[in-house]
Each structure stands twice: as C-alpha cells, then as structure tokens.
C-alpha cells in the first residue's frame, strides 16, 4: 500500500503543517503535494520548510478538466483551509476521497460564505454557547458530504472571534491527521 495525499490550502497552511508531519510518521500514506490557489499564501512557506513540493493555480486552470492531469498519481484529496468551491469533474474523479475540514458543527454555519474568520465572527454574534469542526467527505453541495467526525468547544462570553479561531485551530490539529488516516484505512480496507 503506497497512497499518495494531496493537501489543498489556501492560506496559513497550520493545518495542512499538521497533516504533512502525521503523514511522514505514517509510512504507507504521504503528501507528495500541496496545491494552493494563492502565490503569496504561507501554506507554500510551510510546504517548502517541510520539503514537499507545492503547486500554485489560478481560477481557470482550477475549473478546466485538464487540472486532472497534474494529480494523476493522487489517490485522496484532503482540504485543509481551502476556500474554492471543488469543481464537479473533480469530485467525480474522486468519490468518496475528498476529505474536507470545517471551522464549525456542520450543519450550521455551513454554506456559500461561511469560512474561516466569517464562521467564527457569525457564531460570536449569535451569542452561541459551543462551536467546533467537522470533518467530511465533499461532495456535489457545499459542506453537505457524509459527517466522519465532529468535536465541540465551549465559548465564553469573554471570547472573540480570534480566540475562538485559535480554540477551533486547537481542536482542527489535535483530530484532524488522525481522523484522515482512519478514514483512508478504512476505505482501502473495503476496497
Ligand atoms: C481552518 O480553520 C479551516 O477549518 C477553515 O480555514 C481554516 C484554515 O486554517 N476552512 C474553512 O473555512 C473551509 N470552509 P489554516 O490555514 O491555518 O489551516
């Protein structure tokens, strides 16, 4: 079993840092690259840092087909803070093997414009009392894949989007790698 991971990020990368140092401890599974739409993100810093090659696109080479061709030996898709919507001829090209992560408990605060800071500062002004992430597979709608996790977080009246964001990133880097490579096991045992 030799499976080949590719990351896709659109900004920081701390997630997409957290996946590529799981997967170089797990000795079948590897991220042989990170796949970025932005040329200025810190994920392309990170990548480089960790010696796994990166990839930069734009919008029209994202929605041509012909982007199948630069993951021709990827077995599974992970997103980790990947903020384009994921084109459906790549979605068909992987059923069931992109995996998505969440800064929030899908099914709330999910859809069109609900990522990153703006989950955060919605579920803030809304007075919620617990937020925190879920993992799933993607699919055709948006944030509507198969749930394969989720974990909560309590929120305090003194808290803020920042600190919110940084207690979601806490629970993101703690269960995201793992909760992958079980899925990925889990599927290939199937297979
Ligand atoms: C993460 O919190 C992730 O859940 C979120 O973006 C952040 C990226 O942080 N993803 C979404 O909002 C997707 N809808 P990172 O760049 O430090 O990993």
Redesign the pocket.
């Given at each position: 079993m030799d499976i080949n991971i590719a990351v896709f990020?659109?900004?920081?990368?701390?997630?997409?840092?957290?996946l590529i140092k799981h997967f170089q401890g797990v000795s079948e599974m590897t991220v042989s690259q990170v796949y970025c739409n932005k040329p200025d993100?810190?994920?392309l810093e990170r990548a480089k840092n960790l010696d796994v090659p990166s990839l930069v696109f734009s919008r029209s080479e994202f929605k041509s087909e012909e982007f199948l061709a630069q993951l021709e030996s990827v077995d599974f898709i992970i997103?980790?803070?990947?903020?384009w919507k994921i084109p459906e001829y790549l979605i068909q090209a992987f059923p069931e093997k992109i995996i998505?992560?969440?800064?929030?408990l899908l099914p709330s605060y999910?859809g069109k414009g609900?990522?990153?800071s703006?989950?955060h500062e919605s579920v803030i002004v809304n007075k919620e009392k617990q937020s925190g992430?879920t993992i799933h597979l993607v699919n055709e709608n948006y944030?509507e894949g198969r749930t394969l996790f989720q974990a909560s977080c309590d929120i305090s009246p003194e808290d803020t989007p920042d600190s919110l964001?940084q207690k979601?990133?806490q629970l993101?880097h703690k269960y995201f790698p793992q909760i992958a490579e079980d899925y990925i096991r889990e599927y290939m045992s199937k297979k």
């Open positions: 990020a659109s900004g920081s990368g701390s997630n997409a840092e957290q993100a810190f994920v997103l980790a803070g990947f903020l998505n992560i969440h800064p929030a999910g609900m990522y990153g703006h989950v992430i944030d964001a979601i990133h993101e």
